[in-house]
């Protein structure tokens, strides 16, 4: 019959889809089975060199943790007021033991930096330890902003902004202060010439050149601007406006600013969020260990901490004091509205609670303990598909929280740090 639907034999799998039937070519299937689980083995032993890296670090004290231990340690000496000194040491629990105040002690954790709430803070932005509780959230702030600006189609820039080395803290935010007012009026000039807001987040960055008083303080600015997609040769107008401000004082160099288009690509937006953010605190300095290294003769406050010396102690003091309430991170106040509302954008971010009596054991460990579950957590959590992998991550929280309710000694807490979850 013409319209007859002939039937032929057909190849099928078996009911567990594992091996071929009749009628499939084996040849074919051993060979894209043998690569999958090669590519499999092969990231399985991507994790184990991991593990054994991270180890590495932590027996050679080159590890995140160390490294925060050490600014802690000089902080706690050296800073000028008593509640930087003392920060993150009392639970909250115990300053307000009230039976309605039982604030509990978390560790908190996200791909960029690790923190503790629940302890009493500070709040100075040049804190080692509070600064990182602000950090991750800012650069994942920033994130968000360049992506969202992508999405609109504005441009993006990087930019980094200087002046002369100054004598005094003093003297340099007042400086700068003046030229950032010179290049936000540049902004509103856009505005009304192209009918769009112009956005920024803007850091104030320092370095130090420890012995030379007369340049010793390197005050300058690292921002990302997002400026309208009409306005021409944006990069070289906010330079000329920046030095339009030079004087017999203070004449801040060509070869000094930098200002390049963000290329709108993941690691680049991921890079620039983090670079900006870090410039508001010492967090994401911390947390990539000593990564950012100082040019020439010049210092990072990192660097300044690291290096106990009278001199170093005395510099230090100098430009916290100097720096008393100066806001180091800024945001325009329309940067929200370029982050789109969308949940899967949102910071992941993992808390374990720590029993308020088991505080005392935790407290010499608990840096150690956080830059093990960040990098379980968001280094190795991860399947072979690149994606999160969320079983694993169940399993490392429930494993931290059982050892901390079960720990009696310090010592105890070690298994968690040494172990490899697989």
Request: hydrophobic content about 35%.
């Amino acid at each position: 019959m013409p319209n007859e639907i002939r039937t032929t034999k057909k190849a099928t799998l078996d009911n567990l889809c594992l091996t071929p039937v009749k009628g499939i070519s084996s040849t074919l299937y051993n060979t894209e089975f043998l690569r999958a689980m090669e590519f499999i083995r092969e990231k399985d032993l991507e994790k184990k060199r991991s593990f054994h890296a991270y180890l590495d670090r932590y027996e050679q004290q080159a590890s995140q943790a160390a490294h925060l231990k050490n600014l802690v340690a000089f902080q706690r000496r050296n800073a000028p007021s008593k509640t930087m000194r003392t920060c993150t040491t009392t639970p909250i629990a115990c300053i307000r033991s009230t039976a309605d105040d039982l604030t509990p002690i978390t560790l908190k954790v996200n791909e960029y930096a690790y923190s503790l709430s629940g302890l009493n803070r500070c709040k100075n932005p040049m804190c080692a330890m509070c600064s990182r509780s602000r950090a991750g959230q800012r650069s994942h702030r920033i994130r968000q902003g360049i992506e969202g600006a992508s999405d609109k189609g504005l441009q993006v820039l990087f930019v980094t902004l200087t002046i002369p080395r100054q004598e005094t803290v003093k003297g340099a935010r007042q400086e700068i202060a003046r030229r950032w007012q010179g290049v936000s009026s540049l902004f509103h000039q856009w505005k009304k010439s192209e009918g769009q807001s112009t956005y920024y987040a803007r850091a104030l960055d320092v370095t130090f050149k420890k012995y030379v008083p007369s340049q010793r303080y390197h005050l300058h600015i690292h921002a990302v601007v997002v400026a309208p997609p009409g306005v021409v040769n944006a990069s070289e107008q906010i330079q000329r406006r920046w030095m339009s401000y030079n004087h017999k004082g203070c004449k801040a160099r060509e070869a000094g600013q930098h200002i390049e288009a963000v290329k709108l690509q993941s690691s680049d937006v991921g890079k620039v969020s983090k670079y900006v953010a870090k410039m508001a605190g010492l967090a994401l300095e911390i947390a990539n260990g000593t990564a950012k290294k100082s040019k020439g003769q010049s210092s990072t406050l990192s660097d300044l901490m690291m290096d106990d010396t009278s001199l170093t102690r005395s510099i230090y003091r100098d430009y916290l004091q100097g720096m008393k309430r100066a806001r180091t991170m800024v945001f325009s106040r329309n940067w929200d509205d370029l982050i789109d509302d969308d949940n899967d954008n949102e910071l992941t971010e993992f808390e374990v609670n720590i029993p308020l009596d088991k505080w005392a054991i935790v407290s010499p460990v608990w840096m150690d303990l956080g830059d093990k579950l960040q990098f379980e957590l968001f280094t190795q959590s991860v399947n072979s598909q690149g994606d999160p992998d969320y079983h694993r991550r169940q399993r490392i929280i429930a494993d931290l929280q059982r050892t901390l309710q079960e720990a009696k000694t310090t010592a105890c807490l070690q298994w968690f740090i040494y172990s490899d979850f697989g």
